[in-house]
């Protein structure tokens, strides 16, 4: 079936190491997105891409960047890890490979959940 | 800036029961609405979805949902709950006319179903 697949779904990581959070799909989506959750709270966006154009929300800190080498993988780095980063981080992709609206259904990955000791 | 509220925080209802859950949102333009359902264990997914046409949707298991612009609401009902309902409901929005744009989501409902 194609899917939103993310490693690993558990991540431990220490504070101040830089941990990679990755996601695949083989829905051949043009635009893949991360979120970030908190407990109780909603999914909030850090970043798109829309195809190679990279589109960083103004409130995501510096610490958070992502990769997109290819159009079915997208990598988030997080560099230094601090105690408030803990939080499950949802991938999720939608359109088509010629584009994508607005209106388009976004799929989401299982998540992978952080803790920062 | 955009915002959705879900007032319902968490519901408890027995089966059978008829469920309605609240969405409210804030942006004056053109909005697509969306309702995502995240079953224990599993991964978010769209129960249903509006953007234009008919403000009554319907979606996947039995749910619909009713866009009242003047309301700014896109609530979710279904007539009889079923204990496969037990999940977090949440309801997001967009701004319509655009290639792309981040869904603004709420903060969730969770809802119980007990049999």
């Known amino acids: 079936d194609a899917m939103v697949i993310q490693n690993p779904r558990y991540q431990v990581t220490q504070f101040g190491k830089p941990v990679t959070l990755s996601c695949s799909q083989t829905?051949?989506?043009?635009?893949m997105y991360w979120y970030q959750q908190k407990s109780s709270q909603a999914p909030k966006l850090l970043f798109h891409?829309?195809?190679?154009?990279?589109?960083n929300e103004a409130d995501t800190p510096d610490n958070f960047q992502s990769r997109r080498p290819n159009t079915s993988f997208c990598f988030l780095d997080i560099r230094s890890p601090g105690l408030g980063d803990a939080a499950m981080y949802l991938c999720?992709?939608?359109?088509?490979?010629?584009?994508?609206?607005?209106?388009?259904?976004?799929?989401f990955g299982p998540g992978t959940r952080l803790t920062v000791l | 800036a955009q915002s959705v509220s879900q007032h319902n925080h968490h519901v408890i209802l027995s089966e059978a029961a008829s469920l309605e859950l609240g969405c409210n949102y804030s942006?004056?333009?053109?909005?697509?609405l969306f309702w995502y359902v995240q079953y224990p264990g599993q991964h978010l997914q769209l129960l249903l979805k509006?953007?234009?046409?008919?403000?009554l949707v319907k979606g996947i298991k039995g749910f619909e949902a009713e866009f009242i612009k003047s309301k700014f609401s896109f609530n979710l009902r279904k007539p009889s709950v079923q204990w496969s309902d037990t999940a977090e409901y949440f309801c997001?929005?967009?701004?319509?006319?655009?290639?792309?744009?981040?869904?603004?989501f709420g903060t969730g409902t969770r809802l119980q179903v007990f049999p």
């Open positions: 999720a992709t939608s359109g088509g490979l010629a584009g994508g609206t607005s209106t388009d259904t976004q799929y």
């Open positions: 829905l051949n989506h043009n635009v």
């Open positions: 891409y829309y195809d190679k154009d990279f589109n």
């Open positions: 942006y004056g333009g053109t909005v697509n």
């Open positions: 509006y953007f234009s046409g008919d403000p």
């Open positions: 997001a929005v967009n701004r319509g006319n655009y290639n792309t744009d981040k869904l603004i």
